[in-house]
């Protein structure tokens, strides 16, 4: 409806409408082949040097205008301040002179009007100016420092006995932080060595586990040999007996008086060797278990052993840790409350009359 410009937008269009001319004068400048210089332009570097003395120069011109400016205001301020000075002086000199011309002693309200020149006629030696015990004189003055220098003296004491109770606590206070750390490490070393106990009791229990796992396993393999060799005895008298003329082979072990070839005797007679020979060796086999049963009851008691002996060292060791973290929670907390304690009333939010007390205790 109406064509409004704006001032923005006729900014806008001037300075786009001045960038394209700067442009299309640089375009002609550089592309015209008679204008164009080729390598460095000396005249313009020239000029270029010019403006730039022209330029230090303004600015030399500047500053030692401005340094005389500046001294010219610091004598004027010189100047100033002296003619105040005299004015000051002369101004209280005038008044002391009216003063003195004016306002005599005699003349103010205080004295008696219907007789002015009673302080005239007064003598100094017995004139009193003032009532005693009115402000301006102090008739106990010397008592008053006495007892002010006694109350310094009881104060400064006090501030003494405060500070060396005060670094007597410290003192101590560092003395048992000392020795609870030396505690502590001394229930840290036994912890360790208790760690170390069980540890060895561990290997120890294990070392003989082994070596009794070791002996039943040799054992075992024993007792294979010797069944092997029974059996292959008793196939071998069995094969005498009922006429199985068996060929005898290398490694095979038998009774003593069965072999056949050292042997000539009939079945009948080396029967009740036989017999007497395989109850041996149930006696032996019977023998053999025993001592394996009784092993492994060794063994069972052992490994027990060990076990409970390192449950117990983890349960001390799980006793020691929890009187130690005990006795570190009771020692931070008395450390707390030392700190706390050596805090002043104020910060510790505990401010009772007697902290009001210390305030206005002196007139002055």
């Given at each position: ?50 403006d ?5 120069d ?5 500053q ?16 100033l301040h ?9 101004m209280?000199?005038?008044?002391v002179?009216y ?6 002693p ?19 030696s ?21 007892r ?12 003494q ?44 229990a ?16 024993q007792e ?20 199985v ?22 079945p009948?007679e ?7 020979f395989q ?40 006793r ?18 030392s ?13 009772d ?9 002196t007139?002055?």
């Open positions: 409806m109406f064509n409004v410009e704006l001032l923005a937008d006729r900014t806008a269009r001037a300075t786009l409408e001045r960038r394209r001319n700067k442009e299309t004068e640089r375009q002609q400048r550089v592309f015209n082949a008679k204008v164009r210089t080729i390598g460095v332009d000396k005249e313009a570097l020239d000029m270029q040097v010019k730039q003395k022209k330029q230090e303004a600015a030399k011109e500047k030692s205008a401005y340094d005389a400016d500046m001294l010219q205001n610091c004598k004027v301020a010189g100047l002296s003619q105040q000075e005299k004015e000051k002086r002369a209280e000199k005038d008044i002179n003063r003195n011309q004016y306002q005599q005699w003349c103010q309200r205080e004295y008696d009007l219907n007789d002015p020149d009673r302080c005239k006629k007064t003598d100094q017995d004139a009193q100016m003032m009532l005693p015990g009115l402000v301006g004189e102090d008739p106990d003055s010397r008592s008053r420092q006495q002010q220098k006694e109350q310094f003296r009881g104060w400064l004491i006090q501030q006995t405060e500070r060396a109770v005060e670094t007597h606590e410290q003192r101590l206070e560092k003395q048992r932080y000392d020795q609870s750390r030396v505690d502590m490490d001394n229930t840290a070393l036994q912890l360790q060595n208790m760690e170390m106990e069980r540890r060895k009791a561990a290997a120890f294990t070392k003989e586990c082994n070596l009794a796992m070791t002996e039943e396993k040799r054992r075992k393999e294979c040999k010797d069944e092997y060799y029974q059996a292959a005895t008793m196939n071998h008298l069995q094969g005498q007996l009922i006429g003329d068996a060929e005898p082979s290398l490694g095979m072990v038998g009774a003593p008086g069965l072999c056949p070839c050292s042997d000539s005797r009939a009948a080396s029967l009740p060797q036989i017999i007497q109850k041996h060796q149930i006696e032996e086999k019977k023998r053999t278990e025993l001592e394996k049963r009784k092993e492994e009851e060794l063994l069972d008691r052992v490994r027990l052993d060990s076990a409970r002996t390192a449950l117990l060292i983890e349960r001390r060791q799980a020691l840790n929890k009187q130690l973290r005990r006795h570190q929670d009771n020692t931070n907390i008395r450390l707390a409350e700190q706390r304690q050596q805090k002043p009333d104020i910060e510790r939010g505990c401010i009359d007697s902290f009001f007390d210390q305030f206005n205790t007139s002055r």
